[in-house]
Nanobody, 115 residues
Framework: QVQIVESGGGLVQPGGSLRLSCAAS????????MDWYRQAPGKQRELVAH???????NYANSVKGRFTISRDNAKNTVYLQMNSLKPEDTAVYYC?????????WGQGTQVTVSS
């Protein structure tokens, strides 16, 4: 059985920072790429950041230069460092872990940027 646990969301003022974590445990093997998505109220889920097994990264234009995705393969964990947060970054953030077999989704963590 595989468990995906996200943490690190919360309420932050504009300009602030948060760091999200997503840890996979259990019978999970051959992790390929790892992604962060977000979904704001009334909007479709969108890809925010992507990291390959080799560490190559891609970002949505809206977060380039502000967000950084990283991973610790020994811990089966992916991180999202979010700096210079804006109100429009408010959303539920989900991690997605792609293996050579199934995809796994985290439960989501709320990020709210407001003064």
């Amino acid at each position: 059985q595989v468990q995906i646990v996200e943490s690190g969301g919360g309420l932050v003022q504009p300009g602030g920072s948060l760091r999200l974590s997503c840890a996979a445990s259990g019978s999970i093997f051959s992790i390929d790429y790892m992604d962060w998505y977000r979904q704001a109220p009334g909007k479709q889920r969108e890809l925010v950041a992507h990291i390959t097994s080799g560490g190559n990264t891609n970002y949505a234009n809206s977060v380039k230069g502000r967000f950084t995705i990283s991973r610790d393969n020994a811990k089966n964990t992916v991180y999202l460092q979010m700096n210079s947060l804006k109100p429009e970054d408010t959303a539920v953030y989900y991690c997605n872990i792609k293996t050579m077999g199934p995809n796994y989704w985290g439960q989501g963590t709320q990020v709210t940027v407001s003064s």
